[in-house]
């Protein structure tokens, strides 16, 4: 399965992500925007993830995303989320991204 982007619980959430669970810190690949509007048109399912703040998620997110706070992800992909979907991680840069 393929791996994509997140530093989820270790450092800093950069852009999009993508990851199998739950090997959230195994073979990561960072994608950029373009890639993610390829992956969400190409047919086969996408499961997004939006790690900002619900007051954040609530002012715009990605079509069809789902909010689990970077604060609450960590427990929570693990419960919440399959090993076998393809997963992205999605959060703002700035500060937060730099942590």
Known sequence: MTK????????????ATLVSVPALAAD??????????TMMTDGKPLVIVDVREPELFVKGHL???INIPYDD???RIV??????DR??????????GDE
């Open 79 to 84: 419960k919440e989320l399959s090993p076998k």
């Open 73 to 75: 992800a960590k427990p």
């Open 63 to 65: 079509k069809g995303a």
């Open 87 to 96: 997963i992205v991680f999605v959060c703002h840069g700035g500060p937060m």
């Open 28 to 37: 990561l690949t960072t994608i950029n925007s373009t890639q993610l509007e």
């Open 4 to 15: 994509l982007l997140i530093t989820l619980g270790l450092a800093a959430c950069l852009g």
